[in-house]
């Protein structure tokens, strides 16, 4: 167990609705990361939160968006879902976040079907 | 840009040694890191180098070459629950790039 906790676990929804999902990081843990990891696909980077703030984004597309709150819970916001959508969602939350110094330590993912 | 490559597949057998190479090409480097990734479930921490050299932790060996863009993971006395997918990932500043995974199938 990670300490990173992520709900719900699983989540089947239809093209065109909207869903969030959400991330607790472990205790005293400032950065949050977002993943997508698509059926056999390498893990692609979404977007870095950093004690509230964006600090980094990779390949989100525009539909997605994400935050993270005061209290350091983070949420990914997925729009006008399609199909191929359907992917692991991780997060993942790091100490700082500063460069490689810190190790990323992963929740255990929502599972996303769009039908 | 950013490019990692590992061999997408290898089989080994139980009780052996494997080594699952990592060459990458990125813009900053930070670090590497690898993490053991079961089907389905989270990626977990293997280890991380950042200087040149080999990092050893029990069973798991990491070794770093920052100038030859090159890295591998060593799996001694292989047992079967490693079988799962090894993931090199690289750090240029605030992200972590992955690679597709090397997926390992340890059989008897």
């Known amino acids: 167990d990670s300490g990173v906790t992520q709900t719900p676990k699983h989540l089947i929804t239809a093209t065109g609705q909207r869903v969030t999902l959400r991330c607790s990081p472990r205790?005293?843990?400032?950065?949050v990361y977002w993943y997508q990891q698509s059926l056999d696909q390498g893990l692609q980077f979404l977007i870095q939160?950093?004690?509230?703030?964006?600090?980094a984004k990779g390949n989100i597309l525009e539909r997605f968006s994400a935050q993270q709150f005061p209290d350091l819970h983070s949420e990914l916001n997925l729009s006008s879902l399609e199909l191929g959508d359907s992917a692991l969602y991780f997060c993942?939350?790091?100490?700082?976040?500063?460069?490689?110094?810190?190790?990323?330590?992963f929740g255990p993912g929502t599972r996303l079907t769009v039908l | 840009g950013q490019n990692i490559d590992q061999p997408t597949e290898m089989t080994a057998t139980e009780g052996a040694i494997v080594q699952i190479n990592c060459t990458y090409q990125?813009?900053?480097?930070?670090?590497l890191f690898w993490y053991q990734q079961h089907a389905g479930e989270a990626p977990t921490f293997l280890s991380y180098?950042?200087?040149?050299g080999l990092e050893e932790k029990g069973r798991f060996s990491s070794f770093l070459s920052r100038s030859k863009g090159y890295s591998y993971l060593l799996l001694k006395e292989l047992q079967m629950k490693d079988s799962a997918s090894y993931l090199c990932a690289v750090t240029p500043y605030y992200k972590l790039i992955f690679g597709a995974g090397t997926r390992l199938a340890v059989h008897p």
């Open positions: 990125t813009s900053g480097f930070n670090g």
């Open positions: 205790s005293g843990d400032l950065s």
């Open positions: 993942a939350s790091a100490y700082r976040g500063k460069g490689g110094t810190d190790t990323q330590y």
């Open positions: 180098n950042v200087l040149d």
């Open positions: 939160y950093y004690n509230g703030e964006e600090r």
